[in-house]
Structures are given as structure tokens and as C-alpha cells.
């Protein structure tokens, strides 16, 4: 592979630069993490609170820039992209709607059938 | 120019015999993508039982931020999340380092690509130090708590909404035998340690004791555990109490549901033997770094490769941290 100079210095310029990115939203959850805005925390958005998508949408971006940079999937090619990303996202989605449904489920049986379960 | 480790394969080219590149990374490199890819899989199906059961308990979870509170030489003060965060940050580190020694194997620098590798390394044996840490205070438990009939857990409170241990208002009993140790007696016989005092001695006191309640593990509609009035907080532990809880394991957990232990255990536990191999890989990688066969061989994929693994290790360690301790 061609590799000059100066391709090289604005690798390690980016390793650096998500470093920082990383670091950021990591510096941010556990913010939000430890103070718990009131505000965020009783106020839903599709059944999960604002903070909660707060979290899980950081995490994705971090989960992002961590394969994309640190792993180089960017320099890849889209086949090889698609090959890895398509397969885990279809599959988490599937998996992750039929579980967390399938456990509301069994919460509701708990709760309001007629079953007692502390006794 | 390819970059595959072997120089030659006396493939190249060939369409059936692995010399292609369909997707432009060599073999090596594709196999360690479908490694990760199948491995993520298996980490989504953990996190995704985790919040099957979760959501199947979900107004009796324990509030992590009352499990995960210490840290080093702070005993006593609530410090939640400043330990996993600091966890969080170290392989993040390792991360960043990592990939600088990959960067440096691109431009066939040696000396850098050592120095990066060792830092690295180090990066990851502290984060498993960390964990190990993180594990005994789990395991050790702080305030104990009373198991039910029904197998839910009952903490204790003073009229503040304080927790107070239950060693500090159970007095110790008089007893007369000591625990059975393997040494001492039947070596193929054992039994948990015997604790100062049991369930009744507990339950005696806390009737004597005016300032003290018993908190459910219900989470009421504010997200915080119910804390009953004294007169059914007597009732309740003496009617249903069974056992006393200290610390937490696969059987039992005084934090609350006993399946919040073992998710914790095996997740972060499998995640724990991931970066342990991958340490010793790059340990393994790093030698022949040192002994210059990649110089050789005039690539350094084989750090690209141990580096993308080092990766996902911490890509997965980010979600871990989020379902564990954030949501």
C-alpha cells in the first residue's frame, strides 16, 4: 500500500481526534450518569426515558467511531462493510425486539395474572 | 502492492485457491472480521437475555448505582460510576495506543511498534485488575440482607432512609460449635461459614431496635426501592424472612435479584476472559515483534490483526458499561 508522509501524519492525527471523541461521550454519561437530570429521567419517549436513549444512542456513536476509526473499517471495502455491519444490526434489531417484548410479557403475567409469586 | 504476512502462496491469482481478494483484505484479515462478527453475536445475545430478564423483573432490578459504589481508599463514601468510569477510560486507552502501534507497524517503525505493544499490554492487565477488584467488592457485599419464602430480598433502613448494615444492630450470639473446616475434620464435608448470629437473632432485634425499617425490592413509580412503615417492617421480616444474605453469588445476591448476579458474573466475566486472551496474544505478537519477524517478513498485518480483536474487546466493553451501569 502507498503509505507517504503525509497520509501518515493525518492518521495519527485522527487517532488522536476520536480519541478525543471518545473520551467526550464517555466524559458525558457518566455526567448524566451521576446527576440524573430530573428532567430526563421521568420523561418517556417510546416506552425507555430521555436519558436512557441519551445513553443508547452515545454508545452507538462511540460504537461507531471505534470501528470505523480504530479498526479501519472506513479504508475497507463496502462489501466488507456491509458483510459485518448488515449482519450484526438485522440480527441485534430481531433478536432485541422479540426478547425485550417476550419479557414485558412475562412482567405483566407477574403483575396482573393470577399467579402470586411472593408469598 | 499485497500485504498479506506470507510473502508468497503460489496462490495469487488463482480463484479457488485463496489467492483472490474479493473484498480487498487478505485472508487473515477477513477471518478475523468473520471471528468478530460471529462473537459479536454472541455478545448481543447475552446483553439481549440480560434485558429479557431485566424487563421480565423489571420493578424489582437493583439500582446499580447502589451496587457499584466503591472506590480505592475510599471506604464508606457513595462513589458510583468514578470506578467503571475510570475502567472505561484505561481500555479506551489501550485502544488508542493499540492502534498507534498499528499505525507505526504501517511505516515499519519497530521501536514505536514495541513501545505502543507494551503499553497496550499494560493497559490491559490493569483493566483486568480492575475487574478482579470490581468482582470482590461484588461478591464481599456491604450492608447484608434477608432472603424471603418466595425468595425476594429485604434490606434495612433507619428512619432517614439510610442503609444500615445488619451487623450493626444484630448482636452476636452465643454459639456453641464452630464452622466446619475441611482442614479440621471431614475433608470431603463442608459448610458455609457460620456467621455470629441467624435469622433469629436478627429478627429480635430489629423488634427492639424503634429506628429501623425494612426497604422491598419494589422500585416505587419514582424508580426507588419501597421502604415500609415500622409496624409492617416487623410483620414482613417476621413472617417471611428465611435467610441472611451477605454478599452476592450465583444462588443468592443481597442487592437484590439473584439473576442480576449471575449476568453480571457471566457477561462480565466472559468479557474478562476476552481481554485476558487477548493480552496473552499480544504478549505473544509483541515477542515476535521483539525478535523482528514481522521486520522480516516485511509486514506488520499480524499487529493489524491481534489490534482488530483488541478492538472489539473494548467496542464490547462500551456496551457492557452502558446495559450494566448506565441504563
Known amino acids: 500500500m502507498a503509505h507517504d508522509t503525509h497520509h501518515h501524519e493525518g492518521a495519527t492525527k485522527r487517532i488522536w481526534q ?11 454519561e457518566v455526567i448524566l450518569g451521576i446527576i440524573k437530570p430530573e428532567f430526563l429521567v421521568y420523561n418517556d419517549f417510546v416506552a425507555l426515558s430521555l436519558l436512557n436513549w441519551i445513553f443508547i444512542i452515545l454508545t452507538i456513536v462511540k460504537a461507531y467511531y471505534i470501528t470505523w476509526a480504530f479498526m479501519h473499517m472506513e479504508h475497507e471495502s463496502a462489501g466488507l462493510r456491509r458483510t459485518v455491519v448488515w449482519t450484526g444490526v438485522f440480527l441485534i434489531c430481531y433478536l432485541i425486539a422479540i426478547l425485550l417484548i417476550e419479557g414485558g410479557y412475562i412482567q405483566d403475567v407477574y403483575t396482573n395474572g393470577y399467579i402470586t409469586w411472593d408469598f | 502492492m499485497d500485504t498479506t504476512a506470507v510473502a508468497q502462496t503460489g496462490t495469487e491469482g488463482k480463484t479457488w485457491g485463496g489467492g483472490n481478494q474479493p473484498l480487498k483484505a487478505s485472508y487473515g484479515k477477513l477471518m478475523m472480521w468473520f471471528f468478530i462478527t460471529s462473537d459479536a453475536l454472541t455478545f448481543s445475545g447475552f446483553l439481549a437475555a440480560y434485558g429479557f430478564s431485566r424487563f421480565k423483573f423489571i420493578n424489582e432490578w437493583p439500582i446499580a448505582d447502589e451496587v457499584f459504589n466503591h472506590f480505592p481508599f475510599l471506604h464508606g463514601t457513595d462513589a458510583p460510576m468514578y470506578y467503571v468510569a475510570l475502567m472505561t477510560f484505561i481500555l479506551i486507552f489501550s485502544s488508542v495506543t493499540m492502534v498507534l502501534a498499528v499505525d507505526a507497524g504501517h511505516r515499519m517503525q519497530k521501536s514505536k511498534v514495541v513501545t505502543y505493544m507494551a503499553l497496550t499490554i499494560l493497559g490491559g492487565a490493569i483493566f483486568l485488575g480492575s475487574q ?56 470431603y464435608a463442608s459448610e458455609s461459614e457460620l456467621i455470629a448470629y441467624d435469622i433469629e437473632d436478627l429478627k429480635t432485634a430489629f423488634k427492639q431496635d424503634e429506628n429501623l425499617l425494612v426497604r422491598t425490592m419494589q422500585l416505587n413509580e419514582r ?55 487477548g493480552v496473552l496474544i499480544l504478549i505473544i505478537v509483541f515477542f515476535n515483534v521483539l525478535i523482528g519477524t514481522y521486520e522480516k517478513r516485511g509486514s506488520y498485518e499480524m499487529v493489524e490483526k491481534v489490534g482488530l480483536y483488541w478492538h472489539f474487546v473494548d467496542l464490547v466493553w462500551v456496551f457492557v458499561f452502558t446495559f450494566f451501569y448506565l441504563v
Open chain 2, 132 to 187: 478482579a477488584w470490581e468482582w470482590k467488592n461484588f461478591i464481599k457485599g456491604e450492608y447484608g440482607a434477608v432472603e424471603t419464602t418466595s425468595g425476594k430480598i429485604l434490606q434495612f433502613v433507619d428512619a432517614d432512609g439510610k442503609r444500615v448494615d445488619i451487623e450493626a444492630f444484630t448482636p452476636v450470639a452465643e454459639r456453641t460449635r464452630t464452622t466446619h473446616e475441611a482442614k479440621n475434620g471431614l475433608w
Open chain 2, 223 to 277: 424508580g426507588e426501592k419501597t421502604v415500609l412503615d415500622r409496624e409492617e417492617s416487623v410483620k414482613v421480616l417476621d413472617e417471611t424472612g428465611k435467610s441472611i444474605i451477605l454478599g452476592a453469588n450465583l444462588s443468592n445476591n443481597e442487592y437484590g435479584a439473584p439473576l442480576f448476579a449471575d449476568f453480571f458474573f457471566f457477561i462480565t466475566g466472559f468479557h474478562g476472559f476476552h481481554v485476558l486472551s
Open chain 1, 18 to 28: 476520536v480519541f478525543g471523541i471518545l473520551s467526550l461521550l464517555t466524559i458525558v
